[in-house]
């Protein structure tokens, strides 16, 4: 059974910079895609980012494009975003999910139903 742990979160100013980790275990993740989502309070989980099995397709949400940047070392078994010119409006608990991947170099922005293992969530928050 694969299991997701999510870490990196915390406090940032606006404009600062974290990188959040989404480490694997139970199963190696050369096999699956992963997906980064978002959820603030009083709002809907959101795809942020995703990135294809073999790491060589990604693709981010207009939101938070230019600013993010997802990758993944398969050999460590863990995905990484990292996050740069945070905005509160970056707030919100974190989530990686993983899918098992049809397509090895293609990141499909998958709604959040289609992902069968999700991580326990990591707080970010933007505050001055």
């Known amino acids: 059974q694969l299991q997701l742990v999510d870490s990196g979160g915390g406090l940032v100013q606006p404009g600062g910079s974290l990188r959040l980790s989404c480490a694997a275990s139970?199963?190696?993740?050369?096999?699956?895609?992963i997906g980064w989502f978002r959820q603030a309070p009083g709002k809907e989980r959101e795809g942020v980012s995703y990135i294809s099995s073999s790491g060589a397709g990604t693709n981010y949400a207009d939101s938070v494009k230019g600013r993010f940047t997802i990758s993944r070392d398969n050999a460590e078994n863990t995905v990484y975003l990292s996050m740069n010119s945070l905005k509160p409006e970056d707030t919100a608990v974190y989530y990686c999910a993983a899918a098992r991947a049809f397509f090895r170099d293609i990141a499909i922005m998958k709604p959040a139903n289609e992902y069968d293992y999700w991580g326990q969530g990591t707080q970010v928050t933007v505050s001055s």
């Open positions: 139970g199963h190696t993740l050369d096999y699956y895609e």
